[in-house]
């Protein structure tokens, strides 16, 4: 089962920071975060992942609260083709665990 | 360099027939998860390959099955299909089971009639 907790949809205008949420307060001490997202009829796309601190690649930043309860993925500039699905996932890695996807949040990218 | 492949793109089965799909993963990659989706139970894993040996298997019955060659392509198989197996199969590849994630092909669209 998902161990993550996510909002079904969000909008996000274009050229404004989309800022998705994700609650994971049943993570352990040895779990990731990670994010994936999926475009429609694509594979899922890994996006980042993080333990701890926060994480920034070309992509997306990652920010983790302290407590790892919940994190924040955040999409700096989003643009038209960063509408998908997005997926908070936690999971150890390394060990060829499953990654349990859960529903997701629908973002859309409004022009 | 080249990513997850998967073959067939589309298929269209009969019910109670079999079916075999391929993935050949990144060069180098030697972990292979197989992956479900529908829309109404969403991406759920099958089963995860890492050289030639299956590691972990998701909650799917007997007819679901596969195998991993010693060039890390896997295939995968359903045996007497149902109306119910119609959905996206997708198939991930990591170099060792997924410290950075797994890179996922466009997927094998499987039509039950």
């Known amino acids: 089962d998902a161990k993550t907790t996510q909002p079904p949809s969000m909008d996000c205008a274009e050229g404004r920071a989309a800022n998705l949420p994700c609650n994971h307060s049943t993570i352990s001490g040895n779990e990731y975060v990670y994010w994936y997202r999926q475009i429609h009829s694509q594979g899922p796309q890994y996006i980042i992942h993080?333990?701890?601190n926060n994480e920034t690649n070309e992509m997306a930043s990652l920010i983790i609260t302290e407590d790892r309860k919940s994190s924040t993925l955040i999409l700096p500039h989003a643009t038209l083709r960063d509408t998908a699905v997005y997926y908070c996932i936690v999971r150890v890695p390394n060990t060829g665990n499953q990654f349990y996807f859960g529903t997701g949040t629908s973002l859309t990218v409004i022009p | 360099k080249a990513g997850v492949t998967q073959t067939p793109r589309y298929l269209i089965k009969t019910r109670g027939q079999q079916v075999t799909l391929s993935c050949s993963p990144i060069s180098g990659h030697r972990s292979v998860s197989w992956y479900q989706q529908t829309p109404g139970q969403g991406l759920q894993f099958l089963f995860e390959y890492f050289s030639e040996t299956q590691r972990n298997k998701g909650n799917f019955p007997g007819r679901f099955s596969g195998r991993q060659f010693s060039n890390s392509r896997s295939e995968m198989n359903v045996s007497t299909l149902e109306l119910g197996d119609s959905a996206l199969y997708l198939c991930?590849?990591?170099?060792?089971?997924?410290?950075?994630?797994?890179?996922f092909g466009s997927g094998t669209r499987l039509t039950v009639v």
């Open positions: 993080g333990l701890k």
């Open positions: 991930a590849s990591s170099l060792t089971g997924g410290n950075y994630g797994y890179t």
